[in-house]
């Protein structure tokens, strides 16, 4: 079956350090990678996508993400976290078909 | 603004009674889909249409229906026969390549009596 993992629940991070959120997939074929942000009580934001070219991304708030085919990861970084960027990150997978696959989510806790 | 527009924010529903989501967008996208958010779970995939007056089954499709009469419009009934509805839903929508990503709206939080 196909699927998307993020292995950690949470991750806490001091506000100015770096942060790295993880994505792992299991899809068959070369499907395009998404990264939304929640925030309490709204809806999904798109942060950034890969689809093809270079493997790091960039998008927005400054967070950029790196995929790696060998490892079928798809992890979300910045180099210096804020506390606004405490959130609920989601990692999308979409193969060649019309349907999104999400992962679990992972709570961002940036700590002043 | 172009955007997603979800209501009402809050909804009750009684034991045996259907209820209305509204989700308009107008953002001239094609493809509209509708999620179920519940703690701990992610998204799950209700129902989704990538054109006027047809729409799909996503993997949790029992006890709920929609139509898609209008390009900008796409209402999620959540019926009766839906055991357990309470949870959090949210409608997106997109260009529909399948590269491109989907916007959502802010959501409905459905709550039982």
């Known amino acids: 079956a196909q699927s998307v993992a993020q292995p950690e629940d949470q991750v806490n991070v001091a506000e100015g350090n770096p942060l790295t959120v993880k994505c792992t997939y299991s899809v068959s074929g070369n499907p395009y990678l998404f990264w939304y942000v929640q925030y309490p009580n709204r809806g999904l934001q798109f942060l950034l996508k890969?689809?093809?070219?270079?493997?790091l991304v960039k998008g927005s708030y400054g967070f950029e993400a790196e995929f790696n085919k060998s490892q079928t990861s798809f992890h979300l970084k910045k180099p210096s976290a804020l506390v606004s960027d405490s959130a609920l990150y989601f990692c999308a997978v979409r193969p060649n078909t019309d349907k999104l696959i999400f992962g679990t989510g992972t709570r961002l806790q940036v700590f002043p | 603004d172009g955007g997603i527009t979800q209501s009402p924010k809050y909804l009750f529903r009684k034991e045996g009674q259907n209820v209305t989501l509204s989700c308009e967008q107008n953002l001239n996208h094609d493809a509209m889909y509708w999620y179920r958010q519940d703690p701990g779970q992610g998204l799950r995939l209700i129902y989704y249409?990538?054109?006027?007056?047809?729409?799909q089954k996503g993997d949790i499709a029992e006890g709920y229906s929609v139509s898609r009469e209008k390009k900008e419009s796409f209402p999620l009934t959540v019926t009766s026969a839906q055991k357990n509805p309470t949870a959090f839903y949210l409608c997106a929508s997109s260009m529909g390549e399948f590269n491109q990503p989907q916007h959502f709206g802010d959501g409905t939080r459905l709550s039982i009596l």
């Open positions: 249409s990538q054109i006027v007056n047809d729409f």
């Open positions: 890969y689809i093809t070219g270079d493997n």
